[in-house]
């Protein structure tokens, strides 16, 4: 019976399997995107067809909330079909197709189509494509941070950091870079076209890029608890501050008179002080706690929000890609989470191995950085130890 069944569905039209997926929800969607190539090219066309607009009536989220990082060019229905795919990952095929060496590696990310890749001695960056190595700064270069529009450059210096900022125009036109001296900057936030820093008097500036010129305005100034907010985050237009023993702190874009307090995350005193909480969704976020602790799920309720903070033991690099939160532990292992699924305390939608995937050259397996580079209806992982970088590819 099974074998008709089949049969039938892998001989019907594809005009009529185009008239029925119309009619689907987004989960629907979703799991045809993975049953086989047909579906998936008919998934394809339609969401290419329907257009953006009568695709996100069906529920699924708009894909500029996704912030992945794609080549150049990308097509939207392309971005959306790679969105509805991280939902389906348990699914995906896993491989490692490339792999980096380099020395006592401290913080990857992925600009454009390379990766960028901090060492305790320099900066460079690697081709996606090619694999070729570039050498960016040296050793007194402690931050360095890229995207489309502007590069963010960081400085150490024995009287305060040195700040250099590159604007990039539309016509390549080479732009004098931004330059600031002796800043006690207490932390940054990189966004696309531009970044908010808090200095430790409490100062929270936004330095804006328009293609044409820096504009700087001031947030908020002398800030009561400025001085001890650790990271920070943007949704919607609000800026949140968290401060090292968890108090939450938002202060509006648009600027304001000071940070105001929301709540208390009370993160415990045997939270792991070598990693910063790292926000996901609105404002919940995750913190690592040693190894021997258990896992806690804690909810905070303020008028009628709903703020998370999760305890994970073994903790040691935690990012946001689009819609997911990843997790990466020290005996190599990969979680991966759908924000929306994950406020409802729900397992992971997938969960890696490094060991299954590669054989390790050296014993220490705790992944200090995580970064996705996104492709043609597949997901480019790379995966960063102290002396490798593994690029896993993630295949429907």
Not at 27 to 44: F, G, Q
Not at 187 to 210: A, Q, T
Not at 263 to 280: E, L, R
Request: net charge negative; with cysteine; aromatic share 12%.
């Amino acid at each position: 019976m099974a074998n008709n069944i089949d049969s039938i569905w892998h001989d019907c039209p594809s005009d009529i399997l185009l008239k029925i997926f119309a009619y689907l929800d987004y989960n629907s969607l979703i799991n045809c995107l993975v049953v086989n190539k047909k579906w998936m090219a008919l998934s394809k066309y339609l969401v290419k067809c329907i257009g953006y607009n009568e695709i996100t009536k069906k529920g699924i989220y708009k894909y500029d909330k996704y912030k992945m990082k794609f080549k150049e060019n990308t097509e939207p229905w392309q971005l959306i079909i790679n969105c509805l795919l991280w939902f389906n990952l348990q699914r995906s095929n896993v491989q490692k197709i490339y792999e980096y060496e380099m020395d006592d590696i401290k913080h990857i990310c992925i600009c454009k189509d390379k990766i960028v890749v901090r060492t305790s001695t320099s900066i460079g960056s690697f081709s996606i494509v090619s694999h070729v190595w570039t050498q960016i700064h040296w050793e007194t270069c402690v931050h360095y941070e890229a995207t489309k529009y502007l590069t963010v450059i960081i400085y150490y210096e024995y009287d305060g950091n040195k700040m250099v900022l590159h604007g990039k125009s539309r016509n390549t036109t080479e732009i004098e870079p931004l330059l600031f001296d002796d800043l006690a900057i207490r932390c940054i936030l990189v966004e696309e076209k531009y970044l908010l820093v808090l200095l430790d008097d409490g100062d929270l500036w936004r330095m804006s890029w328009n293609e044409i010129k820096w504009e700087s305005k001031l947030i908020a100034k002398n800030c009561g608890n400025g001085g001890t907010i650790v990271t920070l985050h943007l949704h919607q237009g609000w800026i949140y501050g968290l401060c090292h023993w968890g108090s939450l702190y938002s202060v509006n874009m648009n600027g304001g008179s000071n940070f105001e307090k929301l709540c208390d995350f009370n993160i415990p005193d045997y939270a792991s002080k070598n990693m910063n909480p790292v926000f996901f969704d609105k404002c919940s976020i995750v913190v690592s706690v040693p190894s021997n602790m258990r896992a806690k799920y804690t909810v905070v309720m303020i008028n009628d929000a709903k703020y998370i903070m999760l305890e994970r033991p073994g903790l040691t690099c935690a990012t946001t890609h689009g819609e997911m939160l990843l997790l990466g532990y020290e005996n190599g292992k990969v979680e991966f989470y759908a924000q929306k699924s994950i406020i409802r305390n729900d397992p992971p939608n997938a969960t890696l191995y490094l060991t299954n995937v590669v054989t390790p050259s050296h014993d220490d397996l705790a992944i200090i950085g995580l970064d996705v580079y996104e492709s043609n209806a597949s997901h480019h992982l790379f995966i960063a130890t102290r002396h490798n970088i593994y690029e896993i590819l993630l295949s429907h």
